[in-house]
């Protein structure tokens, strides 16, 4: 079966992936669309990471199948076009989850302790912590975490916060039967929190979440950490409360506009830790990933049911 992988794959990757036994694996990076469109019409399966799956490209594979997510969101596939043409879309909930709990937890620990400024400046010469940076260092421990969701990634994550000394809340559409943090609205959540961490797919209903207003509730010093997706937030909302003070620091992996501009204001602030949507690349990720997309394939050749199908 003949198989595109939408992403820039690393030799080890490319080496797994080309030993898959009944698979014709092909490779295209993100961002080269000559060569995308180039491939399509040989593509069976198309394994789609984060460049948008339009119409279009769907309308250029007549013999598309399948096309697997490799993640978890769904916001970058053309649903409504897969639909029309009876192509099967699948996710894969909880591949990397941990890797993106692991990302949450480190962009917490940046911000609060202003590495990137840290390594900016001893690579230039810097040594110490000037006074005027001093202040506002902080520990993890003895803060309250929010997490707006509670889904795989944050049921990883809530353990170790609690762990490292967190008073840990949590919103969800409902409270969730025996979950052992406390639950608050939305609101709530925003009001007592030092740190919120983002973890909630990106729809309708979600889209701008944290605006000008959600970010106004948030506790005066506060932090807020992005892994989900970058729609989540207003970025220009979030730029004036960083710049005013309201915010301590922001810790962001996504972005409304990806890949973002090189002129995002949000780059020019130094209480910003920022990562180019990688939260969920790890080898780990990989494995756990390429196991689940070439097992539906199999599946598929059988005419038996696709795991984590959405459409």
Same mark, same amino acid.
């Given at each position: 079966?003949?198989?595109?992988?939408?992403?820039?794959?690393?030799?080890?990757?490319?080496?797994?992936?080309?030993?898959?036994?009944?698979?014709?694996?092909? !490779?295209?990076?993100?961002?080269?669309?000559?060569? *995308? !469109?180039?491939?399509?019409?040989?593509?069976?399966?198309?394994?789609?990471?984060?460049?948008?799956?339009?119409?279009? @490209?769907?309308?250029?594979?007549?013999? *598309?199948?399948?096309?697997?997510?490799?993640?978890?969101?769904?916001?970058?596939?053309?649903?409504?076009?897969?639909?029309?043409?009876?192509?099967?879309?699948?996710?894969?909930?909880?591949?990397?989850?941990?890797?993106?709990?692991?990302?949450?937890?480190?962009?917490? *620990?940046?911000?609060?302790?202003?590495?990137?400024? !840290?390594?900016?400046?001893?690579?230039?010469?810097?040594?110490?912590?000037?006074?005027?940076?001093?202040?506002?260092?902080?520990?993890?421990?003895?803060?309250?975490?929010?997490?707006?969701?509670?889904?795989?990634?944050?049921?990883?994550?809530?353990?170790?916060?609690?762990?490292?000394?967190?008073?840990?809340?949590?919103?969800?559409?409902?409270?969730?039967?025996?979950?052992?943090?406390?639950?608050?609205?939305?609101?709530?959540?925003?009001?007592?929190?030092?740190?919120?961490?983002?973890?909630?797919?990106?729809?309708?209903?979600?889209?701008?979440?944290?605006?000008?207003?959600?970010?106004?509730?948030?506790?005066?010093?506060?932090?807020?950490?992005?892994?989900?997706?970058?729609?989540?937030?207003?970025?220009?909302?979030?730029?004036?409360?960083?710049?005013?003070?309201?915010?301590?620091?922001?810790?962001?992996?996504?972005?409304?506009?990806?890949?973002?501009?090189?002129?995002?204001?949000?780059?020019?602030?130094?209480?910003?830790?920022?990562?180019?949507? @990688?939260?969920?690349?790890?080898?780990?990720?990989?494995?756990?990933?390429?196991?689940?997309?070439?097992?539906?394939?199999?599946?598929?050749?059988?005419?038996?049911?696709?795991?984590?199908?959405?459409?």
């Amino acid at each position: 079966m003949n198989v595109l992988l939408h992403y820039e794959a690393g030799p080890a990757l490319r080496a797994r992936l080309a030993a898959l036994p009944g698979l014709s694996v092909g !490779f295209v990076a993100e961002g080269d669309d000559a060569a *995308l !469109f180039a491939a399509l019409p040989q593509v069976e399966v198309l394994w789609h990471v984060l460049q948008p799956c339009t119409a279009a @490209v769907i309308a250029a594979a007549p013999g *598309l199948r399948l096309i697997q997510k490799i993640g978890v969101g769904v916001n970058t596939i053309d649903l409504e076009a897969a639909r029309a043409r009876g192509i099967a879309v699948c996710n894969l909930p909880g591949t990397n989850s941990r890797a993106v709990a692991e990302m949450a937890l480190l962009l917490m *620990l940046a911000a609060l302790r202003r590495l990137p400024q !840290f390594d900016a400046a001893l690579r230039a010469g810097g040594w110490g912590a000037p006074a005027a940076v001093q202040d506002r260092l902080g520990e993890l421990g003895g803060r309250t975490v929010g997490l707006v969701g509670f889904g795989a990634v944050p049921a990883i994550l809530a353990p170790i916060l609690a762990a490292m000394g967190c008073r840990v809340l949590y919103t969800a559409r409902a409270p969730k039967p025996g979950v052992g943090y406390e639950y608050r609205d939305l609101n709530g959540l925003l009001a007592e929190s030092d740190i919120v961490s983002l973890h909630v797919p990106q729809v309708a209903e979600t889209a701008r979440m944290i605006d000008a207003a959600a970010l106004g509730r948030m506790k005066p010093g506060a932090i807020l950490v992005n892994t989900a997706r970058g729609g989540l937030v207003d970025e220009a909302a979030l730029c004036a409360a960083l710049r005013s003070g309201h915010l301590a620091a922001a810790g962001l992996d996504v972005f409304e506009r990806e890949p973002a501009a090189t002129d995002n204001p949000l780059f020019a602030l130094d209480n910003v830790v920022v990562a180019p949507h @990688v939260a969920w690349v790890t080898g780990g990720t990989f494995a756990r990933s390429f196991a689940i997309a070439a097992e539906n394939i199999r599946r598929l050749a059988a005419g038996e049911a696709l795991l984590h199908r959405v459409v």
